[in-house]
């Protein structure tokens, strides 16, 4: 028996790409039916992370002409990650499997077959998307992104190289993922550490259809420290570490000033002295900064607060007799 399969789409200010996804995921769904890949009640789901466009307004047309689109509207903003988390721990309830995407057709299409093939033919309860090459990306990003997952892999952080938000998860493994409640959430190394079976499928990366990437360079350089500091406590013990060397150090420059003063060759030195304050200075300032920060994700998670709110939802009579399973606060639920 084919599999119930659910997309979540996670979208914000997406209406300038949204019909053609829509469009194009309605053919691959009519393709995967036709084949008897998937079952005939599987769904393409968008959930709107507080856009302030009319990318609520187009998901709502689309359930309306079509069944097979539903929609969740979160009651504002609350980042990439905590809206996927949203439309996957919502929609468990009602598939076999759900595929994450994003919204702007950089992830082919043709990736889906790939994951359905691991799932029903291998028994994989996970599937990695990933990325075959990184040659369309700048000499920047392609960098920094290499440079990043070698941070990562120091920090002994477990980590898909070049896989992003493209996976499919079993309803056993998001079971499992619902169990993870931390606040301060990095979907891609959260993942991993279910250790299902799991299997990896690569896809070439294309261009945004349209409209502009919702991450420009500060938002990934958030997500980036999000994930080291969610991922690992390393960062605190190399501090721990470089107070040692530093308190090495300026002893032996303390034998060093007490063999120039023995030897009288004392001189007067500012720039030295300027130097030193300033780099142990900036050390401590940067330690504090470091530490700070993990106090400030351990002061998040202790309020426990939601990491997202349902406002309303575009689903079929099966999910409302089931709604009550989801695991957000949920209001003025719409069908």
């Given at each position: ?5 659910y ?26 039916i ?21 990318t609520?307004?187009l ?22 990650q ?5 439309g996957?721990?919502?929609?468990r ?27 029903s033919?291998?028994?994989?309860d ?17 960098f920094t ?43 891609r ?11 990896i ?11 502009e ?23 605190i ?32 030195g ?38 997202y ?6 689903h ?20």
């Amino acid at each position: 028996m084919p599999p119930i399969l659910y997309l979540a789409i996670p979208c914000y200010n997406e209406e300038a790409v949204l019909p053609e996804t829509a469009k194009q995921l309605n053919l691959k769904f009519e393709q995967l039916i036709g084949s008897h890949q998937i079952a005939t009640n599987s769904r393409i789901c968008f959930i709107d992370d507080g856009s302030k466009d009319q990318t609520w307004t187009l998901i709502e047309r689309f359930h309306q002409e079509n069944p097979r689109f539903e929609g969740i509207k979160l009651s504002r903003n609350r980042g990439h990650q905590n809206a996927l988390l949203c439309g996957l721990l919502t929609l468990r309830e009602f598939a076999d499997a759900v595929i994450s995407m994003d919204a702007d057709l950089q992830d082919d299409l043709c990736v889906i077959d790939k994951m359905i093939h691991e799932f029903s033919n291998n028994h994989c309860d996970i599937v990695y998307g990933v990325r075959e090459s990184r040659k369309t990306d700048s000499f920047f990003k392609r960098f920094t992104a290499q440079s990043y997952y070698k941070i990562l892999e120091a920090m002994d952080c477990e980590v898909i190289y070049n896989h992003a938000d493209c996976r499919l998860m079993s309803k056993r493994a998001l079971t499992a993922l619902g169990d993870y409640h931390e606040v301060n959430l990095y979907l891609r190394g959260l993942v991993p550490l279910i250790g299902y079976p799991s299997s990896i499928v690569t896809y070439p990366r294309q261009k945004r259809f349209a409209g502009e990437s919702k991450y420009p360079l500060k938002k990934m350089m958030a997500l980036a420290w999000q994930g080291i500091s969610s991922l690992s406590i390393k960062p605190i013990a190399w501090i721990t570490k470089l107070g040692m060397i530093t308190f090495v150090l300026s002893l032996l420059m303390l034998i060093y000033f007490l063999y120039r003063y023995a030897t009288g060759q004392t001189v007067v030195g500012w720039a030295s002295i300027a130097v030193s304050v300033w780099a142990i200075g900036g050390l401590q300032l940067l330690s504090l900064g470091v530490i700070g920060e993990y106090v400030g994700k351990m002061y998040l998670e202790t309020k426990a607060r939601p990491r997202y709110v349902i406002q309303t939802l575009l689903h079929s009579d099966e999910t409302q007799n089931n709604l009550h399973n989801c695991s957000s606060t949920e209001n003025n639920s719409k069908i």
